[in-house]
């Protein structure tokens, strides 16, 4: 239950990842080659101004997160915190909370 119906059929999942640059002159290009990365990945990316969230099928999550992580070291040392979560609301029940909220 909860499954995948394969093992060639990949659950859907999200990933929120901050970029923390360490003992960098300038924090903007460490954080800015994850983003990117993560975009060249094919998932779903959303910047917020704190972290940033990626939705797609699990592997290609987990490639994206390996991929924004690379990039951020790239700069120089780095830490990336993320929280993995599978069963999100869709796009469209997120608004009907967040409309059912206003009223």
């Given at each position: 239950m909860?499954?995948?119906?394969?093992?060639?059929?990949?659950?859907?999942?999200?990933?929120?990842?901050?970029?923390?640059?360490?003992?960098?002159?300038?924090?903007?290009?460490?954080?800015?080659?994850?983003?990117?990365?993560?975009?060249?990945?094919?998932?779903?990316v959303?910047?917020?101004?704190?972290?940033?969230?990626?939705?797609?099928?699990?592997?290609?999550?987990?490639?994206?997160?390996?991929?924004?992580?690379?990039?951020?070291?790239?700069?120089?040392?780095?830490?990336?915190?993320?929280?993995?979560?599978?069963?999100?609301?869709?796009?469209q029940?997120?608004?009907?909370?967040?409309?059912?909220?206003?009223?």
């Open positions: 909860g499954q995948p119906n394969s093992p060639q059929e990949s659950a859907r999942m999200a990933v929120q990842f901050s970029v923390y640059p360490l003992r960098q002159e300038h924090l903007s290009p460490g954080v800015e080659a994850a983003v990117e990365a993560a975009k060249q990945s094919g998932v779903e959303k910047v917020q101004n704190l972290s940033t969230l990626m939705h797609g099928p699990e592997e290609q999550v987990f490639a994206a997160l390996r991929a924004a992580f690379r990039a951020a070291r790239s700069e120089g040392d780095t830490i990336l915190i993320a929280t993995l979560s599978t069963g999100l609301p869709s796009d029940r997120v608004a009907e909370i967040q409309q059912d909220q206003k009223s």
